[in-house]
C-alpha cells in the first residue's frame, strides 16, 4: 500500500521544574538557597531519509512526543536536558499546520532537517530568587509545556521526469524498460494506484529520476478518480513525458485523450500545464499504429510537440526519446520549492497568556501564564504569596479582573485555589 497523506499529533518534551533546595553541610548550617534549574524538554525534528519512499511508517503511529527535561537538584544541578525526537519522511515531504492549514516546512534535500517544536525551557531554581531582603525562597520556577500541534505530512514525488497519460497506454511498461524499477504490471482498466520512481541511467554522468505517475482521467481536478492523488506527484516534475497509445487498441481517439489530460492540468494549475511536454507514441508495433500515427505526428508537431514513436514492449525507439529528456534537461532550471513562503512554527504558538471567565458569580482565570505562575507559589511561605501577588500584578490580571467588573469580596478561581478578590 502506499501512503501519501497522513495527519499525526507531535508534541515537544516539557521542561523541568526548578529545585527548591538549601545547602546544609557541616559547620554551614545557613547555606542558603541552592536548587538547580530544571533541564529543556527536547524538540521536534524531522528529518528527510533517502530510504524512504512513502509515509506508511504514520499509517499506525500517529502520536509523537519527545521527552522532557528532568527537574534540578539541590547544590545547583541543573536537570538533564530531554532527548529530542527526531522523525524521519521521504523525501518531497510537505508539512501542514491543521489548525491554519499554513505550510510549516517543505523537506526535499535528502538530509535536511527542520524544528518543528521546541521544548519547554527549564524552570529555575530557588537559588535565582535570593534577594537581600528575601534570603529564603521557598518557591522555584515551574518549567514551560512542552507546545503541542497536529500535523498533515503530505507527500509530492520529487522526479526530473514524470510519465503521465490515460490508464493502460503502456506508463509502467516503459518505467520497466528504462529504469532498474519493477512496478507492478498488468492489462487493467483502472490504473497505477501509486507513483512508481526508477532512476534512469542514459550514458556514463548522465542519470535522471522518472516517475510513474497515477493515472488521470476527465474530472481530475475536481478530484474525480484518483484526482487530487494523481496530480499532487506531479507538481514537481521538470518535464512531462506524455504517454500515447498509438495504436488506439481500444478504441480510444489518442490525439482526443492527449487534449483531455491537458485539459484537466490547466484547470488544475496553470504552471504544471506549463512545463515542456514530450510525446511518447507508445505501441508503435501493434497494427493500426500506422494509421493513427502520421495524424498524430502532423497535428501535434504543429502544435509545437517533438512526438517519438516507441514499443515497451519490444524496447525499441527510446533513444531518441532520451537524448532529447537529457538536452532539455541541462537546459532547465532545477524546480524551486512549490511553496510560496513557508511559515515559522513559533509563529503560530503566539497565545493570550491568561483567560478569564464567569461562572456561578465567581471569575475563573486560565491559561499558560496561571498555569506557569501557580507552579512557582508556595502557598504555606509569605514571601512566595507576596511574590504571587506582585505577579499578578505584572501579568495584568488585577486590571482584567477590574475590567470584567470584579467587586470587593468576589470569588477568584485559579487552578485549585480560590480567593476573595480584595482591593
Known amino acids: 500500500m502506499f501512503v501519501d497523506k497522513v495527519k499525526i499529533s507531535i508534541k515537544a518534551g516539557d521542561g523541568g521544574n526548578g529545585a527548591v533546595s538549601f545547602r546544609r553541610e557541616k559547620y554551614i548550617p545557613r547555606g542558603g538557597p541552592d536548587g538547580g534549574d530544571g533541564g ?12 524512504l519512499h512513502t509515509l506508511m511508517d504514520f ?8 521527552r522532557s527535561g528532568e527537574d534540578g537538584k539541590g547544590s545547583r544541578q541543573t536537570g538533564k536536558d530531554g532527548e529530542s525526537l527526531i522523525i524521519k519522511v521521504p523525501p518531497g515531504t510537505v508539512i501542514r499546520d491543521e489548525q491554519t492549514g499554513l505550510v510549516l516546512a517543505d523537506l526535499r534535500k535528502p538530509g535536511e532537517k527542520r524544528v518543528l517544536l521546541r521544548g519547554g525551557k527549564g524552570g529555575r531554581g530557588n537559588a535565582h530568587f535570593a534577594t537581600p531582603t528575601r534570603q529564603t525562597p521557598r518557591f522555584a520556577r515551574q518549567g514551560s509545556k512542552g507546545r ?10 520529487i522526479a526530473d521526469v514524470g510519465l503521465i497519460g490515460f490508464p493502460n497506454v503502456g506508463k509502467s511498461t516503459i518505467l520497466s524498460v528504462l529504469s532498474s524499477a519493477r512496478p507492478k504490471i498488468a492489462d487493467y482498466h483502472f490504473t497505477t494506484l501509486k507513483p512508481n520512481l526508477g532512476v534512469v541511467r542514459v550514458r556514463e554522468g548522465q542519470s535522471f529520476v522518472m516517475a510513474d505517475i497515477p493515472g488521470i482521467i476527465e474530472g481530475a481536478h475536481e478530484g474525480a478518480g484518483l484526482g487530487y492523488e494523481f496530480l499532487r506527484h506531479i507538481e514537481r516534475t521538470r518535464i512531462l513525458v506524455h504517454v500515447i497509445d498509438a495504436s488506439g487498441s481500444e478504441g480510444r481517439d489518442p490525439l482526443e ?7 484537466e492540468l490547466e484547470k488544475y494549475s496553470e504552471k504544471l500545464a506549463g512545463r515542456p511536454q514530450i510525446i511518447a507514441a507508445n505501441k508503435s508495433d501493434i497494427p493500426g499504429a500506422d494509421e493513427h500515427g502520421e495524424r498524430l505526428r502532423e497535428a501535434l508537431e504543429r502544435e509545437g510537440y517533438k512526438v517519438f514513436f516507441v514499443s515497451a514492449a519490444q ?53 499558560p501564564a496561571v498555569d506557569r505562575l501557580l507552579g ?26 477590574r475590567e470584567r467588573g470584579v467587586q470587593e469580596g468576589d470569588t477568584v478561581h485559579m487552578g485549585d485555589w480560590s480567593f476573595d478578590f480584595i482591593e
Not at 529543556?40 to 530510504?51: A, L, P
Not at 511574590?387 to 488585577?398: K, V, Y
Open 315 to 367: 524496447n525499441k525507439g527510446f533513444a531518441p526519446l532520451l537524448d532529447e529528456i537529457i538536452r532539455l534537461l541541462d537546459e532547465l532550471p532545477e524546480e524551486e520549492s512549490f511553496v510560496v513562503e513557508e511559515v515559522d512554527p513559533a509563529a503560530l504558538d503566539e497565545t493570550e497568556p491568561f483567560e478569564i471567565t464567569e461562572e456561578d458569580g465567581a471569575y475563573l482565570v486560565s491559561g
Open 257 to 263: 485523450d492527449f487534449h483531455i489530460i491537458n485539459r
Open 40 to 51: 529543556r524538554g527536547g524538540d521536534i525534528i524531522f528529518e528527510v531519509n533517502s530510504g
Open 376 to 401: 512557582m507559589v508556595n502557598m504555606d511561605d509569605y514571601e512566595s504569596l507576596q511574590f504571587f501577588q506582585r505577579s499578578l500584578r505584572r501579568l495584568g490580571i488585577i486590571d482584567a479582573l
Open 148 to 157: 503541542e500541534r497536529t500535523v498533515i505530512l503530505e507527500l509530492k514525488s
Open 59 to 66: 499509517r499506525y503511529r500517529k502520536k509523537f512526543a519527545a
